[in-house]
């Protein structure tokens, strides 16, 4: 339900015998230094920046001026071998939580510190389906919380980056509707990714029935608040319950739910004459078109109410009685070539 999370430290107390950068290094951890300098008024200034960085578990702390600032972790890596696995309840986030104070103790030594502010939290689910029908239907679905619209993952994804034609860019976005790995909606305190584990993982993958993630990486205080227990602690039940929220503010765009919309009347006329209809009909049906007006009898086809019902949801495998027990998990083996 959590993977990656950080924290804020707002309360240190430095001790009087911080541990030795030669034992850090053999218990596993990346030690950076930084000097940075600046202008004062009276000349120039200079601070101390140290990042460490666990291999195993890849934990980072943040000491600025010799106080630790800032921890971040995936709590999945805190008690499995990768963050393809979920933290499914209160036990294994309690364990992955006591996990991390252990490692911080060994950077902060005899020093206090309070780890109650959290900045940034990740909540993830995954489930078992076929990526290029969720990316389909999605990637015409609107989130409340987002005004951008979501951008498609593909194994072409970096020509977008380079400087390349127009033409070019259009046939890469041609090529990642028609090979999605994956959905981005990006916000300004929110981003909402929905992927391919397994290859994201670095392995071979059936997109027809691979391991899907949806993931909602928050940085919104006001969101945060909120799976945070009366205790003050981090919360499993709270957790499932923002993700659940969240999940199912998913919303068509509003001209596709107007029944006046020309585009509408073809596509739903054209899917009530196709049984079968699903990505592959659609994709045989708009291959001849020209581009433009493939991508708009494309994005038409994907929002109508007709392909919706055939459609994956995602909301309703959340119910109240919490997560799906199903969920896979994903396997630390490296196997694509």
Same mark, same amino acid.
């Given at each position: 339900? /959590? ?8 309360q240190y107390l430095a001790g009087e015998k911080p541990p030795a950068n030669d034992k850090l290094t053999k218990?596993?951890? /990346?030690? &950076? ?7 004062? !008024? ?11 960085? &666990? ?5 980072? /702390? ?28 209160? @036990? ?17 030594? !005899? %020093? ?30 609107? &989130?409340?919380e987002i005004e951008s619209e979501p951008s498609v993952w593909s194994s072409n994804n970096r020509i977008n ?12 976005? !041609? ?22 584990? @397994? ?5 071979? %993958? ?24 009366? %205790? ?32 509408? &009347? ?14 592959? %009909? ?46 896979? !998990? ?5 196997d694509r070539g």
């Amino acid at each position: 339900m /959590i993977d990656t999370i950080r924290f804020e430290v707002l309360q240190y107390l430095a001790g009087e015998k911080p541990p030795a950068n030669d034992k850090l290094t053999k218990n596993g951890w /990346i030690i &950076h230094e930084y000097t940075r300098r600046y202008r004062k !008024d009276e000349g120039v200034a200079s601070f101390q920046i140290v990042t460490f960085e &666990h291999k195993e578990t890849r934990t980072k /702390i943040w000491k600025f001026e010799g106080k630790i600032t800032k921890v971040e972790t995936s709590l999945p890596r805190l008690i499995f071998p990768t963050n393809g696995f979920l933290i499914r309840d209160e @036990v294994q986030l309690n364990q992955a939580i006591s996990r991390l104070h252990s490692l911080i103790d060994e950077i902060a030594g !005899d %020093s206090k510190y309070n780890l109650t502010k959290i900045i940034r939290i990740d909540l993830v689910w995954q489930f078992l389906g076929n990526i290029a029908e969720y990316s389909a239907v999605y990637s015409m679905l609107r &989130h409340p919380e987002i005004e951008s619209e979501p951008s498609v993952w593909s194994s072409n994804n970096r020509i977008n980056e380079q400087k390349c034609s127009k033409e070019e860019r259009m046939k890469a976005a !041609d090529v990642a509707m028609s090979q999605p790995l994956g959905l981005s909606w990006k916000g300004d305190k929110q981003c909402i990714n929905l992927y391919d584990k @397994v290859f994201e993982q670095n392995r071979a %993958s059936d997109p027809r029935n691979t391991v899907i993630r949806l993931e909602y990486k928050i940085t919104d205080g006001e969101s945060i608040k909120k799976v945070m227990a009366s %205790s003050g602690k981090l919360s499993f039940g709270n957790c499932y319950d923002l993700y659940r929220l969240k999940t199912d503010k998913f919303k068509a765009k509003p001209w596709m739910r107007s029944p006046e919309s020309p585009l509408r &009347h073809l596509v739903v006329k054209y899917a009530r004459a196709e049984p079968g209809f699903g990505p592959e %009909s659609w994709r045989q049906y708009i291959a001849t078109m020209k581009p433009y007006k493939r991508r708009r009898i494309q994005k038409a086809l994907l929002e109508c109410a007709e392909f919706k019902k055939r459609a994956p949801s995602l909301a309703e495998r959340f119910t109240a009685d919490g997560p799906p027990l199903d969920s896979p !998990d994903v396997s630390p083996i490296i196997d694509r070539g």
